[in-house]
């Protein structure tokens, strides 16, 4: 089993490279016992962003609020700032989205960088059921074609991605099963 610390330095190496990285078993087995039983009885309202596309999240955000103060705590903004060199990150923000199958919920290519202070981006599969299509892309911009795509297999799995000048990513149409429900959130640090 590869140490923690080699484990760092590749997820450190990836993301510098300007790569996404796929975290198995990222959440705690009782955090996401208890995020997923919040969801059962959640409630989700449409949510468009502006030029990227349409989804539904969860309203009001309990298990999005649970994430944030978790991945929010002091050692786990410290490690996160480990990773991606010299960003301070100072909180986390996000909220529980849906895309579902006929929905046409969907996110074209965007970069994150509406918001300044956003300094890496996190997506965690909180879904139990399972879907066809919603796939992941990520593309540098020096390449038109995407060089990174992810669909979310088990529960508690995380995907972080980094944010930056011509890094790009969308989520194509869920096209059965799902919903496919995720956390997709930021950390945050001081703008630029």
């Not at 955090?31 to 009001?60: K, M, Q, Y």
């Not at 410290?78 to 923000?93: H, I, K, N, Q, Y």
């Amino acid at each position: 089993m590869e140490e923690s610390g080699a484990i760092a330095a590749r997820i450190r190496d990836a993301l510098l490279r300007r790569r996404p990285v796929v975290l198995r078993r990222f959440l705690d087995a009782d955090l996401l016992r208890l995020l997923i039983r919040i969801l059962s009885d959640a409630s989700f309202v449409p949510s468009n962003i502006d030029d990227v596309g349409a989804r539904t999240i969860e309203a009001p955000g309990h298990a999005g609020d649970a994430l944030c103060l978790a991945l929010g705590r002091p050692e786990v903004l410290r490690f996160m700032e480990s990773l991606v060199g010299d960003a301070r990150l100072t909180e986390v923000a996000g909220a529980v989205a849906q895309f579902g199958a006929a929905s046409g919920d969907r996110l074209g290519w965007h970069d994150d960088r509406v918001e300044p202070r956003r300094k890496l981006a996190i997506t965690i599969n909180l879904g139990t059921v399972g879907y066809q299509g919603g796939v992941f892309e990520f593309r540098d911009l020096q390449s038109d074609a995407p060089t990174f795509r992810h669909v979310h297999s088990e529960p508690g799995e995380a995907l972080l991605f980094p944010i930056g000048a011509g890094l790009q990513h969308r989520l194509l149409p869920v096209t059965a099963g799902g919903p496919r429900t995720v956390f997709a959130g930021w950390f945050l640090g001081d703008a630029n």
